[in-house]
């Protein structure tokens, strides 16, 4: 599924944009990094509710396609700056997290 | 293939508290191995050992060094810090396990898996830590 797919059905805000023609191939949500980093796939979309730069950073680390910051919560200016400057799709919204996951697992994503 | 054995040595430093670089040096490991060509698999183990391995210099220890050694072989990572050292490391390495303060633990970080995966994402993991001296840590991943 598409990036852009998945920004427009989510009706996500983008931050950060670089391309939306990213292949998403799984989806996760978590806020605790290390979680994240041992088991969402490369290529995932994350949902979190963290927001600060080091978010970023575990997406370069895993390739991921993409982070959405749920539930109303403003990215931090430093991880905006960070998403931009390594090319990572970054997303707010107000939906919560429970219904971001629950959105994707929808749209057929899953975490494995 | 010819018998000169292509090999690189790259070392990165690494400061105690500063959470807005942390993660750069695996980030500038993970950017050469894509570049030499390593595969998907052993760039993702090293990716995620070697962060974790710089989040807890970050989190736990004043200074560190990240040293990346590779050859056609295997690849080796030891993250070096001044700190307060493990004291039991047999505990550390228990899952769940973390001195982490809150502040760092709202930030999603302090989960006491990070030990825990750097051990499953390596081959072989080795740690030499003395108390307020500091640890080093010492991580082989093999070619599949
Ligand atoms: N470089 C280090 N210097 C001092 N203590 C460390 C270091 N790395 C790990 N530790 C200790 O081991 C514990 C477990 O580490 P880890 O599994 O990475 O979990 P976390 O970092 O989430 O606490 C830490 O909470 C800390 O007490
Ligand atoms: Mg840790």
Redesign the interface.
Known sequence: MLLANIAQNLNLNPINEPSADVEVTSGYA??????V??KAK?GAIWA?N?K???II??A???NLAGVIIAGGIEPDE?TVAKARE?NIPLYITETSLFDVAGKLYELGLRST | MNDTVASLHFKFEVNGGD??K???A??RV?KILQQIGAD?AII?RV??AC??AE?NVVIHARHGFVVLDADLEKIIIVVDDEGPGIEDIELAMTPGYSTAPDSVRE???G????LP?MK?CSNEMEIHSRRDVGTTIRMVFENA
Request: charged fraction near 15%; hydrophobic fraction near 40%.
């Open positions: 978590s806020d605790l990094l290390s979680d980093l041992a490369n979190t963290q600060h730069i080091n950073g575990v370069v680390m895993l430093n390594e | 959470f807005a942390a993660g750069d695996s980030s993970k998907q993702r990716a995620i962060y974790e989040m930030m999603g970080f989960a006491g898996m990070g995966n499953s």
